[in-house]
């Protein structure tokens, strides 16, 4: 019979919708295992960095474990901690006195892991929400002042934005996470995948959900991946509107933090004017991000894109009588 969907979609992506797909995604392991110079048995491609912190959590934490992360870093992470029954221990995040910027305190991530015992530490490089990014030294540094029997979650969700900070070597007991959707647009189909040692691949393969990845997302990823110029492309324009919208928002005395991301985070002198500048946005039909975490409340996150830029959104995040 005539496919109804045959007007919208090739017959080649129709036999791709007929189809199961390979549920060890083994096409784009080969890829992935190229591009980061690793062998495909260290690769695992599941439906995006969500999922795959999720599937590492299950591999490893069982309840009443303990999993450290840093107070108001990506909050994903401490819901699917929640969810398997972890106790979390955050660590606050280091403020510079001379420049007011925030990183994550690697150190004290370490200290708390070793003290506690910590199943496992969560890491985003770079951070999310501040966008600051620490070094490859540091994550081996990180590593090696753990214990060997603390897994390292290692999100590396925006690391195509600052390359040379990638860790580009396998650490002991450590788990690499990256996605297909901020360098590649491709954040509606759900790609990602993570690096790590064989073992944790195989063990993860046991428990994960099956055909995560669809055909078609497959098969997009794939096209996406032989053609790296579109990729290369959105990162420099994204870069662009990045360093525009932190000049703009610097140069009218706003404390802007450094960015290796797609976003730019202003870290306001109180929460209640973030969440004024933030409503103020909204009558303008615009949504920028402030974290949930109270330690948090006083930043806002916006994201690299020409619409940030227009000047009713430079005014509300930037006006005095907010």
């Not at 070793?114 to 990180?142: I, S």
């Not at 007991?173 to 690096?195: F, I």
């Not at 290796?260 to 009558?283: G, H, I």
Request: glycine letters at 6%.
């Amino acid at each position: 019979p005539s496919h109804p969907l045959s007007s919208v979609l090739s017959q080649e992506l129709l036999e791709l919708c007929r189809l199961y797909p390979d549920p060890y995604c083994r096409s784009l392991r080969d890829i992935f295992a190229e591009i980061n110079n690793c062998q495909p048995s260290e690769v695992l491609v599941d439906a995006g960095a969500d999922s795959l912190i999720s599937l590492c959590l299950r591999c490893r934490v069982s309840p009443g474990d303990v999993v450290v992360t840093t107070a108001g870093s990506y909050p994903t992470l401490k819901y699917f901690a929640e969810g398997v029954g972890a106790e979390i221990v955050e660590v606050p995040y280091t403020k510079d006195a001379a420049t007011g910027h925030l990183s994550v305190d690697l150190a004290g991530l370490a200290a708390a892991a070793t003290k506690r015992k910590a199943a496992a530490v969560y890491v985003a490089n770079p951070d999310n929400p501040t966008g600051h990014v620490q070094p490859p030294d540091a994550m081996l540094r990180l590593r090696g002042t753990m214990p060997l029997s603390t897994t390292l979650i290692l999100d590396e969700a925006y690391i195509d934005f600052a390359p040379e900070m990638a860790c580009g070597w396998r650490l002991p007991n450590t788990v690499q996470l990256r996605t297909m959707s901020k360098a590649y647009a491709l954040a509606g189909l759900r790609v990602g995948y993570w690096l790590a040692e064989e073992q944790w691949v195989t063990k993860a393969d046991q428990i994960r959900t099956q055909y995560a990845i669809n055909n078609f997302s497959a098969h997009v990823a794939e096209k996406l991946l032989a053609d790296p110029g579109y990729s290369h492309a959105l990162i420099t324009e994204t870069v662009r509107l990045r360093d525009d919208l932190a000049g703009r928002l610097g140069g009218a005395g706003l404390n802007v933090m450094p960015s290796a991301t797609n976003f730019v985070s202003v870290l306001y002198p109180s929460d209640a004017e973030a969440l004024a500048r933030q409503k103020a946005l909204w009558t303008h039909g615009a949504a920028v991000h402030r974290p949930p975490h109270p330690a948090m409340h006083s930043l806002l996150r916006i994201s690299a894109h020409q619409l940030s830029l227009q000047d009713e959104v430079i005014d509300a995040l930037t006006r005095k009588d907010v």
